[in-house]
């Protein structure tokens, strides 16, 4: 009943919204969160803009969750990647494919921002490599490439079939690889065409000489509806057809990534026709403490203990009938065991889907899974550790089942349950950074941008506060600890 109470109020939800407001998805990218804005601020009256909802796979389940009416993507993403197919493509091609989704493809934004490897100038000079295929003579080259990348039919795999590629390539964060080939622990990286850091490092484009990738072309996948339901908006968004061209995307990722220019401000510079000009410099005081930090600290928070109540209020009888019914104890443990072993990535991903939604409604739900396994497990260890004697002690004195577990069997276990919720808040508050990825915010909001754009003072802003969390709430508990168990102890 309350599944699907929930599903009936997230589908009225959605619906009101919808009538409401545009929401715009974007990926987890400077490109994309430039672009998110951009179209956002396009809307007359603005529209909502949820960033960062992570790789093509969870963007676009949202997208077809109705959660957002629609998101920039990439004409070869979507016939590669998305509709799986090959060969030539063309614009009708993938309105037929994405069509029977209830989806659609149109404005194309002017650009080709297309999958490229690239390596240092030098290196590339010294060992005379200018294209893809000159790769297959030097297996002794460390590739180093995002996990999208590797991932995708039209990446590494088509790469690696393409040219008879021999390395093996190590998995790693696309804003971290300009750092890691700076330092030369990698020579080779996965580069988008337009990323504004191309110049700055003096990498060398190895030339598609075979033609393995496709073009690129950036433009809108939206919900069919959306124009009906908001013609005045849709209708502005047609005037982005054609504007951007590769070398105004690429001073975009620029202003962004190398000025440290906010990406509403990014966008917004554009749409007024205005250069991007560098930002001042920025304190970390002033970073940590910025505009967002409140509603980031309320959006954590809630993240946090939301999901650790729920998690007690269904572990602590868990743990209880595990105790109980020897029979239960594997099966209950076992589950929430197995829970905890979900990649939460993977978790959220499913989850979108499941409940039509993104942001705050799937992540406490996936928080609220990973919170018990710790308070499940020591409440059974706790429950278990109750004597025997106790036990008999209180059969004797005529007590009710109830009443021993409330007056001796819960007061003696409590150690071990606090100390297991303990553990779930702490954890919980690292992993919620994890619930930014499909806008549900909180500090890792910060840190998924920091990671986008590379910049450590971002990444730390959003970091610090979340390690600054977990003590503070681990060692309030001490404190109940202490003040509690005495008490405990005495009423037992």
Do not use: C
């Amino acid at each position: 009943m309350k599944t699907l109470l929930l599903g009936l109020l997230l589908v009225v939800a959605n619906t009101a919204m919808g009538d409401e407001i545009m929401r715009v998805g974007s990926k987890r990218f400077t490109e994309s969160y430039i672009l998110g804005e951009i179209i956002a601020q396009s809307v007359p009256g603005g529209a909502e803009h949820r960033p960062g909802l992570g790789n093509t796979g969870i963007v676009y389940a949202a997208l077809k969750a109705g959660s957002i009416d629609l998101y920039p993507e990439y004409t070869g993403t979507i016939a590669r990647e998305i509709l799986k197919l090959e060969g030539a493509f063309t614009l009708d091609d993938l309105k037929r494919g994405l069509a029977p989704e209830g989806l659609g493809v149109a404005v194309r934004l002017g650009f080709n921002n297309t999958y490229a490897l690239a390596m240092l100038e030098q290196q590339a000079e010294r060992l005379s490599l200018g294209k893809l295929s000159d790769l297959a003579r030097h297996p002794d080259l460390k590739l180093g490439l995002s996990q999208e990348f590797i991932a995708r039919s039209d990446g590494w795999a088509a790469l690696k079939s393409g040219y008879a590629l021999p390395q093996t390539p190590v998995g790693l964060e696309h804003g971290l690889a300009y750092e890691a080939i700076a330092a030369r622990q990698i020579d080779v990286m996965d580069i988008y065409s337009t990323d504004a850091k191309i110049e700055r490092y003096g990498l060398r484009l190895l030339e598609d000489d075979r033609g393995v990738f496709p073009r690129y072309d950036a433009v809108l996948v939206y919900r069919l509806d959306l124009p009906q339901r908001l013609p005045q908006a849709w209708k502005a968004l047609q005037q982005l057809e054609g504007r951007i061209s590769e070398q105004q995307m690429i001073r975009l990722n620029a202003a962004a990534e190398l000025e440290h220019k906010g990406f509403a401000e990014t966008a917004k510079a554009f749409l007024a026709g205005s250069g991007a000009r560098a930002a001042p410099a920025r304190s970390f005081i002033a970073a940590l403490f910025g505009g967002n930090f409140w509603r980031l600290t309320r959006e954590h928070l809630l993240l946090v203990f939301a999901s650790l109540a729920a998690g007690i209020v269904v572990a602590v009888p868990l743990g209880v009938l595990a105790a109980r019914i020897e029979v239960a104890a594997q099966p209950i443990l076992g589950a929430v065991g197995v829970i905890q072993t979900i990649p939460s990535l993977a978790l959220l991903a499913f989850l979108i889907p499941l409940l039509g939604s993104i942001g705050t409604a799937p992540a406490l739900i996936a928080l609220f899974l990973y919170m018990l396994l710790p308070i499940a497990r020591n409440t059974h260890a706790g429950m278990q550790g109750v004597g025997r004697g106790m036990r008999e002690a209180a059969m004797a004195l005529g007590l009710a089942p109830a009443d021993r577990l409330l007056l001796i069997e819960l007061p003696l276990a409590a150690p071990s349950i606090l100390a297991g919720i303990k553990t779930s808040a702490v954890i919980g508050v690292g992993t919620a950074t994890i619930a930014a990825f499909i806008g549900a915010g909180g500090y890792g909001e910060r840190i998924v941008q920091g990671l986008a754009l590379n910049d450590n003072t971002t990444l730390l802003a959003g970091a610090i506060p979340a390690a600054a969390l977990a003590l503070i709430i681990q060692a309030s508990f001490e404190l109940i600890e202490r003040a509690a168990f005495p008490l405990l102890r005495r009423g037992a």
